[in-house]
C-alpha cells in the first residue's frame, strides 16, 4: 500500500535543477495527502513566475507516478509565503539556516524605476520611524554605483569591522544598522565601473555576509531602473514587501509603473505608494508651490490597487540635513503615519 | 635593408586579442619611419586605460625586431582621436565603414550617475539648441530601463519604421531623429526587466542597426550610474565628449563626481558641467527659493577643470512641457548660449 512517508521518500530524489538541493530539502512540498491509490501534493514555488515551474511539477508528478499502488497524482501549485521563502533561499544558496547569525522578521524593498524621486530619503525616513517605534532596524543599501545612505546619516562614516563570521553593519546615531558600498571605499566619491554580476554578488553578499544579527525590520534601498540590482534583490531576498515612491511628474509616475509591473511579475506584495516632492512652500510668503505639477499618486494607486501612504513636501531643510549626514533630526510627525501603515501591511 | 613596406607587413600579422583583426585594419599603426636599422612607430589607441596596452604595445615590438636588419625598435603609444576611434570601432563590430549608411560627426554623451537630475531634460534641450542652429541632430536614449525621450517629444509617438538595411529612427516636430526602447514596447509603462548583457545589445543596436543617416550631432542620453550602459556607451560609441548634468544637493554632487571620474578613467573628453534644478521662482512672489541648497555647480567644475556651461531653474512650465510631449515649445534662450559653448568645444 502507497502511503504519505513513500512519496515523501520519493519526492526526496527530485531536485532543483538551478541548486541542485532536493525539493524536499527546499521546503517546496507542502500537504502531501494519499486516498486509495490517489496521491495529492501541493508544490510550493518562491515566486509563481519560474521558468522552472512546469518542469518541477513534472519531475515531481512522475517520480510519485512511479511507485507502486499510485494510481493518479494531483499536484497544486502555489506561492510560498515570505518564511517558507527564507527557507528555501537559505537552503539553495547553501547556508546552513540553523547556523546563520542573521535573523530577520520583514524585509521591504524602496523602489522606484526612476532615479531622483527620493527613495534613499524615503528608505531613510522610514528606518527612523521604526526605529522610534522601538524596532530593530537596519538598512541595506543596495544602489551600487550611486549610493546615498551613508552621506546621509554620518558625517563622518566609520569604517564596516570585519571578523571571520562576516562584516558588521555601521551603526547610526540612533541605533540603525547600516551597510553600503559607499562605507568600504577609499573616497566617497569613487566610481564603481562594474557590469551586472559584479553589482549582483556585491548586495547578495550584503544580504548574506553581513552580520546583521537579529532584525524586526531591514530596509533596502533599491537603486533605479529594473535591470539586475533589483532583479537580484526581488530573486535572491525574502521580501515581505515593495514601497514604491514616485515624484508628481507624469514623466516619473510612468517609470514608476514600470517598476510596479517588475515587482508585480516577480510576485513581490505592494505595500504602498508615497509621494515625494509634492509641493514646495515659499518661505517669503508662504504659497504652495507644485513645482513638479499636480500630483497624481491617487491616480497611480488607484491603477495598483496599493495605498498612498503620504506626501512629502520638497523641503530645503530635508537636502540640508541629507547633505550633512544628519537626517536623524528630521521631525519625524509626517513620517511617522506612513510607518504605521506599513508596519501594519508588513506584519500582515 | 628594412624599409617601412616590410615593418608594415610585419605589423599586418599583429592582431587585437579581442576582436582578432589586424592592427594594421584597426588603423592602430601611425607614423611608421625607418632610419638605419632603427624602427620607430606609433601605438594608436582608442582609450589608454584599456587592459591590452601592453601587450599589444610588445606584440607589436616583436613582429618588428623579428625582421632581418632591424638593430632596434622604438613604440611610442597615444590615444586615438575622435575620427580615429570611429573606425576602430566600426572594423572591430565586424561592420564595413566603407557601406554604412550612417555618417555622424559628433556624438555627445549627457551623463550624471545620479538620477533625477535632469539629465533626459538637458540631453533634449541640446539636442534641440542644436538643432535650431540648423545642424542634423539624432538623441539616442541610452537608458533602456527607465526611457523618458519619447514621452518629453511626442504626444502620440509614430512606431519606427524597418527597412531591409536596419530600423529608421522617429523624427519630432523639428526634425530631431529619436531612437528609444520606448518607441518599440507596446506600452509605455512595460517593464524592461533586463540583466545587463541585454541592456547592451540594445544600446550597440541603437547604435549600429539605427539608420541615423548623416548626422552633424548625435545626443546621447545616458542613464543613471556607472554600470553596463554607461559602460557599453564609453567602450562601443565613439564620443566627442560627455557633458555632466548635476542638481545643487551635494548628495547629487557626490554621485556626480563618481559619473567623472569614470568618464576620466574611461578616457572619455570632458565638456561641461549643466546645473539642472538650481532654484525655484515663487509665482506669487517672485522669491528665489533655493529647494536643494545652495549650487555647488562652481565647486565641481574647478575639481575637474571643466567649464560650467549653465544653471537652469525648476519650472514648474518645463515640467508641463516634458509631460505632455511639447519639450520642443520650451524657450531656448536659456540653452542657447549652453549649445554655442558645447557646439565649440565638441568641434576641437
Known amino acids: 500500500m502507497i502511503d504519505e512517508e513513500r512519496v515523501r521518500g520519493a519526492l526526496e530524489g527530485v531536485r532543483h535543477p538551478e541548486s541542485g538541493r532536493s525539493i524536499m530539502e527546499l521546503g517546496m512540498v507542502k500537504d502531501v495527502s494519499v486516498e486509495g491509490g490517489k496521491v495529492r501534493f501541493t508544490l510550493a514555488l518562491p515566486f509563481l513566475d519560474v521558468p522552472v515551474r512546469d518542469q518541477l511539477a513534472r ?7 512511479g511507485l507502486e499502488g499510485v494510481e493518479g497524482v494531483e499536484v497544486d501549485v502555489r506561492e510560498m509565503t515570505q518564511r517558507e521563502r527564507v527557507h528555501f533561499f537559505s537552503v539553495q544558496e547553501g547556508a546552513t539556516p540553523e547556523g546563520r547569525a542573521n535573523d530577520i522578521r520583514h524585509v521591504v524593498a524602496v523602489m522606484s524605476g526612476k532615479g531622483g524621486v527620493g527613495k534613499s530619503l524615503v528608505s531613510g525616513l522610514l528606518a ?5 517605534k522601538g524596532f530593530e532596524v537596519g538598512l541595506l543599501d543596495a544602489d551600487i554605483t550611486g549610493p546615498s545612505i551613508p552621506k546621509m546619516f554620518f558625517r563622518r562614516p566609520k569604517r564596516p569591522e ?3 563570521d562576516g562584516i558588521l553593519p555601521v551603526e547610526s546615531g540612533r541605533g540603525i544598522k547600516i551597510m553600503s558600498i559607499n562605507l568600504l571605499l577609499e573616497r566617497e566619491d569613487e566610481a564603481v565601473i562594474w557590469r551586472g554580476p559584479l553589482i549582483s554578488s556585491a548586495i547578495k553578499q550584503f544580504w548574506r555576509d553581513v552580520l546583521w544579527g537579529r532584525l524586526d525590520y531591514l530596509v533596502v534601498d533599491l537603486p533605479p531602473g529594473t535591470s539586475d540590482a533589483s532583479l537580484t ?4 531576498v525574502p521580501l515581505s514587501g515593495v514601497v514604491l515612491v514616485t515624484s508628481p511628474q507624469e514623466l516619473a509616475g510612468m517609470v514608476v509603473r514600470k517598476a510596479a509591473r517588475m515587482a508585480r511579475r516577480m510576485g513581490a506584495p505592494m505595500l504602498g505608494l508615497v509621494e515625494n516632492m509634492s509641493y514646495a512652500v515659499c518661505p517669503k510668503c508662504g504659497a504652495k508651490i507644485e513645482i513638479f505639477g499636480p500630483s497624481r499618486a491617487e491616480e497611480i494607486s488607484r491603477a495598483f490597487g496599493i495605498p498612498l501612504l503620504g506626501r512629502i513636501p520638497l523641503d530645503p531643510r530635508i537636502s540640508e540635513l541629507c547633505d550633512s549626514g544628519s537626517i536623524e533630526e528630521y521631525p519625524l510627525e509626517r513620517f511617522a503615519p506612513i510607518a504605521e501603515v506599513l508596519v ?5
Open 162 to 164: 570585519g571578523s571571520h
Open 344 to 348: 501594519r501591511r508588513a506584519s500582515d
Open 59 to 65: 519531475d515531481a508528478k512522475e517520480a510519485v507516478e
Open 233 to 236: 534583490v526581488m530573486q535572491a
Open 128 to 132: 527612523l520611524a521604526l526605529r522610534e
